[in-house]
């Protein structure tokens, strides 16, 4: 007996749904792409449960007809393109004919769509890739696609999915990705009744504020800067943050053709414009669009995968990179030494911390004080400053020889109300005093943890803050770890919280601030390694409580951190890497009276 045959096409449409659909948000995605094909300007979507029970698709697009209607189901089925030699001058987004195909393999899916010449549309109800139902409707110009029950047939799938919010996170990222490109298109999401997001037809600045500059970071865009670059090979067009236009953890934006892309090799064109101009761990915005031939680009990229081939991407390269450095050159916020005398450009040495606005010990005698170098820490400054270069970060071996040295017997200065000058043996140390109070700091916000219950201080008139989408989801997601430490929080409407009490520990510390940096911190570490997030909490509130840079302290209040900060077994460096000390070496201090 002969023992092949072809699968049914209800499981090889399985079996490829598990290629393209992966999770609601991909779902969303090819949706959503359908409606721009057809020309949409209007684009309604609407989730219930992230996804899981419904995923609805509204569009005043071109509409199929009813043969159409259900031929869009069938593998392989596009209108898109009909000879192989259409995917060399692609100009859609979709042109697989697979997406309806797989999503209806996997789902109950009701669809009615209406062409603006026809007198009467059409309602097809599938089921697990089996027509239920196709029948005349009076619906309107457009298409309205209902997906029900995602996985409903694949228990498998099912599981695999992550909580409700993580679900709805990958939705509102695959929703920007798309917003970004379409700000021409209307676009709204409702969530579980509760409208996350409502863009209007705009231009690309305008929908990067509307997006990123919603509340708490209004005037997002004001501090982004114009690129453009138009050559035979590419043009490129976008905006980039200036040197405010920063973040630990920055939006970044490649797209190419109208698609999200990921570039790591582009990514390091870019930073490379910015070199010398970031303050350690921040990084730029950026929102960079290429537009290219199709042909030079790989244009068979899988639907899931977000990395692209350029043929000529050294050339690219270049371009990107001139480009980015052309726009902050032209708005003056790159040091002009940067780009007019290049090659020529004089490292100022002994730029041993990058927060120090001026420095005080200086080695270089070609020292410019206009050069802005706070701006711009020398990649190799490390190694540049021989005395310290045994300090770095990643040599363990990092040690001062505190004890030995009666280093807390010995009375501290302190210098620009910033940092607190200690003699010792090899010279003189310097240490950061708020870094040294946060990281003091944090051993006692961690405790809290571990006591499982922080002492609340009740706020007197509740604080509301206002968060982005995805901050908003963020901080539900923290509720109960703050609960713990001392926080409590209501969420008094869909992107409002109020803030009724804080830890006790935070005193007079601006409770919208701590939560601000803990939403930064969890964000910087990653959201997923929930196991880490107390850490992360105990970071941010040590980093709020500290005694600011600019306070003055008395000798006995110097005396009093340098003694915990020296009791700690890392002092360092703070929890979050950043150095506390550092010495100016007696050698280098003799030196400059050679
Ligand atoms: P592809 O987008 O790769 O062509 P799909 O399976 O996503 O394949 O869609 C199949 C076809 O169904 C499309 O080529 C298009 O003709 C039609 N179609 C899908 N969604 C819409 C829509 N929202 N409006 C009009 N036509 C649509
Ligand atoms: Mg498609």
Redesign the pocket.
């Given at each position: 007996m002969d023992i092949i045959h072809l699968l049914p096409d209800s499981v090889a449409n399985q079996i490829a749904a598990g290629e393209v659909i992966q999770r609601p948000s991909s779902c969303l995605k090819?949706?959503v792409?359908?409606?721009l094909?057809?020309g949409?300007t209007k684009i309604q979507i609407i989730v219930q449960d992230a996804g899981r029970t419904l995923l609805q698709?509204i569009?005043n697009?071109?509409?199929?007809s009813e043969t159409?209607a259900r031929?869009?189901?069938e593998r392989h089925?596009?209108?898109?393109?009909s000879k192989a030699d259409d995917l060399f001058s692609l100009h859609?987004?979709?042109?697989?004919?697979?997406?309806?195909?797989?999503?209806a393999a996997v789902a109950q899916l009701e669809?009615t769509?209406k062409r603006a010449e026809d007198e009467i549309g059409t309602l097809i109800e599938i089921s697990g890739s089996q027509v239920v139902r196709q029948e005349p409707d009076s619906c309107q110009n457009?298409?309205n696609?209902k997906i029900k029950n995602l996985f409903f047939n694949v228990p498998a799938r099912r599981r695999f999915l992550k909580t409700n919010s993580t679900e709805l996170r990958n939705i509102i990222s695959e929703y920007y990705r798309i917003a970004l490109v379409y700000p021409q298109v209307q676009f709204t999401l409702v969530s579980d009744d509760e409208i996350l997001s409502d863009l209007p037809a705009s231009n690309i600045k305008q929908r990067i504020e509307n997006i990123f500059g919603r509340q708490l970071k209004k005037g997002f865009s004001q501090h982004l800067v114009e690129i453009e670059a138009n050559t035979s090979i590419v043009n490129i067009y976008g905006f980039v943050g200036n040197t405010e236009g920063t973040a630990k953890q920055a939006q970044q934006y490649f797209f190419v053709n109208g698609r999200f892309m990921k570039h790591p090799y582009f990514h390091k064109a870019v930073m490379t414009a910015y070199q010398g101009m970031l303050m350690p761990d921040q990084n730029p915005h950026y929102f960079i669009y290429f537009d290219i031939a199709p042909d030079a680009i790989d244009i068979n990229i899988h639907p899931t995968k977000t990395e692209i081939k350029f043929a000529d991407e050294q050339p690219i390269w270049q371009i990107l990179q001139a480009a980015v450095r052309e726009a902050l050159g032209k708005f003056n916020v790159a040091p002009s030494i940067d780009f007019n005398r290049e090659g020529e450009i004089e490292i100022p040495q002994l730029n041993y911390n990058t927060n120090i606005q001026q420095p005080s010990f200086k080695t270089n005698t070609n020292y410019n004080p206009f050069e802005q170098h706070k701006k711009n820490p020398p990649k190799d400054w490390q190694q540049l400053y021989t005395p310290t270069a045994n300090l770095t970060q990643e040599n363990n071996e990092d040690t001062i020889p505190l004890f030995e040295n009666n280093l807390t017997d010995k009375k501290p200065y302190q210098y620009a109300n910033k940092y607190i000058i200690l003699p010792c043996s090899t010279g003189l140390m310097i240490i950061n005093q708020h870094r040294a109070h946060a990281a003091v700091l944090y051993d006692r916000f961690l405790a809290l943890n571990e006591q499982k219950q922080g002492t609340k201080q009740q706020v007197l008139f509740p604080e509301i803050i206002d968060l982005d989408i995805s901050q908003a989801q963020l901080l539900t997601d923290l509720t109960a770890e703050l609960q713990i430490v001392g926080f409590e929080i209501a969420q008094i409407g869909k992107q409002s919280f109020s803030v009724d009490a804080v830890p006790a520990e935070l005193g007079n510390e601006n409770p919208t601030r701590a939560l601000m940096n803990i939403l930064h911190e969890v964000e910087q570490t990653g959201k997923s390694a929930h196991s880490a997030w107390h850490k992360s909490i105990a970071i941010a509130l040590a980093n709020t409580a500290a005694i600011s840079s600019g306070k003055s302290l008395t000798e006995e209040e110097m005396k009093d951190l340098t003694d915990k900060l020296f009791a700690r077994s890392e002092y360092i460096f703070t929890p979050d890497g950043k150095r506390i000390i550092t010495i100016i070496d007696n050698k280098e201090i003799d030196n400059k009276f050679a």
């Open positions: 090819e949706l792409e359908n409606s094909d057809a949409a698709v569009d697009g071109k509409g199929m159409d031929m869009a189901f089925a596009t209108s898109k393109i859609t987004m979709g042109f697989r004919g697979e997406a309806l195909a797989s999503i669809m769509t457009g298409t696609m």
